[in-house]
């Protein structure tokens, strides 16, 4: 059974940084795609990034150069760095995986088939 764990939420100000964390189980297959998504109040859950088990990364736009998304597979621990946070990236936050994914679809949430619960992630200006 696919588990994931998210940790690492806060409260931060504007300007600052946080990582947040996902630990994953259950998981066999070495092909894989994992992304973090974001939903703030009475706004859709939207895809914030993603990587595959070839390596390769995307980005949301609103994220890019101060996102950054990583993996440690000897720990099963997947990574999303948060720097120069904002108000706007108040959210709570989710990790999820699937099987695989192909490129912008990386980011949709019906791309990925397992999800954690969340942490949330509340930036002041």
């Known amino acids: 059974q696919v588990q994931l764990v998210e940790s690492g939420g806060d409260s931060v100000q504007s300007g600052g940084s946080l990582r947040l964390s996902c630990a994953f189980s259950g998981y066999t297959s070495s092909r894989y795609s994992m992304g973090w998504f974001r939903q703030a109040p009475r706004k859709e859950r939207e895809g914030v990034a993603s990587?595959?088990?070839?390596?390769?990364?995307r980005y949301a736009d609103s994220v890019k150069g101060r996102f950054t998304i990583s993996q440690d597979n000897a720990k099963n621990t997947l990574y999303l760095q948060m720097n120069s946070l904002k108000p706007e990236d108040t959210a709570m936050y989710y990790c999820?995986?699937?099987?695989?994914?192909?490129?912008?679809?990386?980011?949709?949430?019906?791309?990925?088939?397992?999800w954690g619960q969340g942490t949330q992630v509340t930036v002041s200006s």
């Open positions: 999820a995986a699937s099987y695989y994914c192909f490129g912008a679809y990386c980011l949709r949430q019906n791309s990925y088939d397992y």
């Open positions: 990587i595959r088990s070839d390596g390769s990364t």
